[in-house]
């Protein structure tokens, strides 16, 4: 992959345990973001970050938390995990907010996380 | 509200046949629109795009078309092969940073 490193690979939860999906990039990007794919959803965004001390939610960010203390990492928080958040998460990064074949933006292999 | 559509959730084609993947959208700020490709258990991967500006894009055996008129994005594979077969995200961003993607198609190449 591209540098987008994402841990742990695999998590099962109780629901209401929370955790801390860790996400870190070595290409110096501004730019990441944490997306969880479900079947027939597609790739939806849950948050998303510009640069160090900068986040905004995406489309689906209620029960998620995110920082942004560095540039290289962006960890996804879980406050009380319900069973409606069993998914695969990603991260991604890019080094422009601005999309095209100049900025592309790397994805993580992905974290895979149920809960009971 | 739904900003991108992908109609289609799946496509099986054959081997050397083209395979065309479609998105629509509503929102007509999109400045640049992507198309990403992902197999089982590994991420999504970046393929090819297109800024507002073109019409066309292409790249070996990728075409990009956008009809902006008809808020229209399509993905032209010729002559497909079976390593293409994965799932395909449109991808679309523009005014604000956000990256929006379809809910993905399933093509699948027979040999």
């Known amino acids: 992959n591209a540098g987008v490193t994402q841990t742990p690979k695999f998590q099962v939860l109780k629901t209401g345990q929370s955790m801390t999906l860790q996400c870190a990039q070595d290409m110096n990007h501004e730019y990441m973001s944490w997306y969880r794919q479900d079947p027939g959803m597609g790739l939806r965004l849950i948050h998303y970050?510009?640069?160090?001390?900068?986040?905004d939610q995406g489309e689906v960010p209620n029960g998620y938390n995110v920082s942004r203390s560095t540039t290289e990492d962006f960890p996804l928080r879980l406050l009380s995990a319900a069973p409606s958040q069993t998914s695969v998460y990603f991260c991604?990064?890019?080094?422009?907010?601005?999309?095209?074949?100049?900025?592309?933006?790397?994805f993580g292999e992905g974290s895979w996380l149920t809960v009971v | 509200d739904q900003q991108v559509k992908q109609n289609s959730p799946s496509l099986s084609v054959q081997e050397g046949r083209i395979s065309i993947l479609n998105c629509d959208y509503t929102?007509?700020?999109?400045?640049?629109f992507l198309w990403y490709k992902k197999y089982p258990a590994e991420g999504p991967t970046f393929l090819i795009s297109i800024s507002s500006i073109k019409d066309k894009n292409e790249d070996g055996r990728f075409t990009v078309f956008l009809n902006k008129s008809a808020k229209h994005l399509s993905l032209h594979i010729v002559p497909s092969q079976p390593g293409d077969s994965a799932v395909y995200f449109c991808g679309f961003q523009g005014g604000s940073e956000k990256l929006v993607f379809g809910k993905g198609t399933k093509l699948t190449v027979n040999p």
């Open positions: 970050s510009v640069g160090a001390g900068i986040t």
């Open positions: 929102n007509s700020m999109f400045d640049y």
């Open positions: 991604a990064s890019s080094s422009s907010v601005v999309g095209g074949s100049g900025n592309t933006i790397y």
